[in-house]
């Protein structure tokens, strides 16, 4: 992971995306909420990304919120995510895919990051795909950010440190 | 008095005080019982909140066919949660929706998690003690970190300590105790005692990270509101650098141990829950404005 000058997003204002949300832009970057426990899934292909960040590992809880809500689960957030990234860039072979988010509280009962990032990537495998980048785990709540005109994904901090994934 | 005291003593009378009508609302409902004339008269004297809480029962988000125009019918659809919430939001509110640079928390972030844990508050509340007040337990949610507000700006000012503490450990409580001899809690009681607040309000902020530690008559409530403003960090609603920086009360985690109702799955439905209503309550925000 490399510290560096972050997006100038005076230039290009992000789409923010909320928590359970998934969205897929060209050209436009995407920005996550404050991530907490929850864990931002991002496929990028320049001019293409798009991001899902997702709630909960398993829609069994509620398969009817899944279908509504998709990106809150990390099973049916990888599904429409990969759908919707086919539809526009159509070779998966090329796709940069990251995890960023995943923070933890120090009880096990508690560790919600580390079940949906296990599960988002037992979801990719059934794809053939697999995480390329991650910046997951800690007791921080990260933003992330990505440019699909340049693939660059960036992890935000509290208290304003930026780093390029 | 040295000069982190003066400073505090300082943030703390720079604040403006709640309304009357909101501490008289405040007071009511932590007593248990009201009546509702009283309460009306109280929301009529008070133009702000009289604006607010007409408005809100008129939004699109009610739905009502025909226009509202009086309080005393306004609070019935409104109910003595949402009246709650509406009374600390026109002074609280105003309050809170501040840019905490001492934590790295934007506009709007202690005001949603304080928001998100009050919902928390209400949804977990009646399995912690089936007795408890619901709508106290919801405004004790609302008004639980208020002393971040004053504690920002010392922060601010250590900032490299604060950068090396956390990497070295993994309780904000015990990183602010450290490096200042008094934490965001207790500031968050000062206050809440400065505003002549209910002595429930003064005992649950002050050990809403410690509620083992609460006097007894009100520990249940405290165990509440910090389990609920865990809830509200895991789900990605924090305040900054603090986030998921706190430990479990011995409290909470007998509980979670002994609880059928706190095991993983029961958790993520909890959270399931929590996200839906909090998205439901921003939109009719929204709606409303």
New interface residues.
Partial sequence: MNISTPLDLSVQKPQLV???DFQISRNTPLKS??????VSLIFVAPPIAGMA?V????SS??RQ?STIIPG?FADSAVAKLHEGMLALAPEPQTWCIALVGG?????P??R?GE?IANAIIQQLKLFGLQPHKQDLGG???KIAVVSPSSGEITVER???LLQIL | MNEQTALIVKKISDLPPLSASTLAIINMLSADHFHMKELVNLIQQDVSLSTLCLKTVNSAAFGLSKPVDTIQRAVTFLGSQKLTELALKTSVGKIVKVRLAG???MEM?LWEHSLKSAIAARLIGPNIDPNLNADLAYALALTHDIGKVVFSALLEVK?REL?KA?GQQ?NFLAIESDLFQCNHAEVGAMLAREWNLPQVFIDVIAHHHTPSLCPAPHRSLALVVHLAD?LA??????T?????????DPLA?DL?ERDAR????E???L??NL??EF?LVLQNEAMAS
């Fill in positions: 909320g928590m359970g909420v404050s991530l907490g426990g929850c960040n709630v909960l590992p398993d809880l509620d919120k809150f923070g933890q509280l120090a009880h009962r508690f919600l079940k007791n921080e709540s509290p208290g304003g | 934590y790295g928390a972030d900032v950068q956390q993994t865990l960090m895991l789900s990605g609603t924090g900054g650098v603090d986030s998921l920086y706190y430990e479990l985690l979670i706190w095991h993983e799955e958790i993520w439905k959270i399931l996200n839906y998205n």
